[in-house]
């Protein structure tokens, strides 16, 4: 028995605890910690708003994303992103054991917090700000989050023994729990980020092929979006970033990005909404509220716009958590 199966059964133990961390500028709130003993047990296709991780510590089985089947074993860690429809089915003679997590992660720039107060779930741990000027972690938060990789080798790695120190200390807190908490979940954001990232050393921003000016150009107007989502955009405000005709960035962007710079904006909003209506940190907030904040005055507007891309309504995403089951339900991972 690993050290990982004899400990993880107090990772669930970290739900009471509301931890939260920033880094480079992106705020991570810790959704839900769960541990599936070695015994049958399976999901059923669903999604969810925000980014889930999984590490299996023991075991095999198979994880389906869309139409893709990946085998699944002991030491590897997978993940399911935003929107991604997914399940896990163990195999019946060696079932799957895993630790599983999950997290939002959105510009810390948004929505202003109530003030503070006795917290719904548990004291609030985290740093107020790990340093938004620090261009490597950023590149490599945008690179997990873009994908592509969604399973990778993780036993050699840190993260089984960051999991047996978050859940011995979920287990027997001890004197600077707080502090402790946040830079294990620190540790842990940017662990897996190393592991899934595609190329982590540089950011994932939709680029030509390499040719300079062109590419520096995309590369300005898509962080000009992200740094802009939340306020009214032109795609003349775009295009000024880089000095260029309206019609000459639209279609360097779009040969690029293989979609429009609204389309860009548009699908960057809805995710930022997607995992705002998740945390649990911003339940006070009203629906109106998470779309003002992402860039969208008219709520209604914002409903019909969340409904097209998600299939949901925002406030069935929130009542469900950020998660939508495609059909039947058992173990939510």
Known sequence: MTELARAGAAIPLLNAVRLGVTLAGRRVEFVDWGF????PWRNFRHSHSYF???YAYAGRGTFRTGATEHPV???ELFVARPGDVHEIT??????????FWSWTMVPERGPQRAPQRAPRRGPQHGPRDAGPDRPDTLALLDAFAAGPRQVVPAAETPLPRLLVTLAEEAARPGPGSADLLAALGSALVLGCARALADHPATTPRPTPAPGGRAAAAVARMARYLDDNFDRPVR?????AQVHLSERHA???????AGCTIIAYLTRYRLGVAAQRLADPTLRSLSVAAIARSCGYPDARHFSAAFRRHWGALPTQVRAQGGTTHQSGTTHQS
């Open 52 to 54: 889930e991780l999984c």
């Open 90 to 99: 163990t195999d019946a003679r060696d079932p799957l054991g895993i630790v």
């Open 235 to 239: 795609v003349r405000d775009v295009a």
């Open 36 to 39: 599936y003993p070695p015994e």
């Open 250 to 256: 639209a279609r360097l962007f779009q040969q690029a």
């Open 73 to 75: 074993g002991s030491g």
